[in-house]
């Protein structure tokens, strides 16, 4: 049993290496995004000023699978091109929240479509593998069933 449980792990790795390296490709070519960045700022765009509406640093961290210090670096990266900012809690201030600015909710606005394509290009190719087929197919079924991120109109 372990075997087939490391060999199916090892398939699912195979698929994601794929798509976010192509996704990766895109997101650099046409707006200087890493996937990581994109990702960040997809996930602080969808913030909001209700109960529990804001992530704090170490939340993001552990949304984007990165350690505090790398999401640091990563958030510092996207401030310094004005696309984020960084603020401290009006309730609690040794809490510092990132929100989105207007330039970053611009450039996320441009790499949506990009980000959207690109996976959907990748997806395709990984069908054209037999033993990703299953894996493409899940993926496709959570397209439905996961809310989707509002769109700041």
């Not at 997806?123 to 769109?151: F, G, N, Y």
Request: proline share 4%; glycine share 6%; net charge negative.
């Amino acid at each position: 049993m372990s075997n087939l449980l490391a060999q199916s792990w090892c398939t699912l790795s195979a698929l994601h290496n794929r798509i976010d390296g192509h996704v990766e490709r895109a997101l650099q070519a046409a707006h200087e995004l890493s996937v990581r960045e994109f990702s960040a700022m997809l996930l602080l765009s969808g913030q909001h000023s209700g109960e529990g509406g804001h992530l704090r640093m170490n939340q993001l961290a552990d949304a984007l699978g990165l350690s505090q210090s790398a999401t640091t670096r990563l958030v510092t990266r996207l401030e310094d091109r004005g696309l984020l900012s960084r603020y401290l809690c009006a309730t609690d201030r040794r809490g510092i929240y990132t929100e989105v600015t207007a330039a970053g909710r611009e450039l996320l606005d441009q790499a949506r479509p990009t980000n959207d394509a690109a996976l959907k290009e990748a997806l395709d190719e990984a069908e054209q593998h037999p033993e990703l087929v299953p894996l493409v197919a899940a993926v496709r079924a959570l397209d439905s069933t996961w809310p989707q991120v509002p769109t700041p109109a």
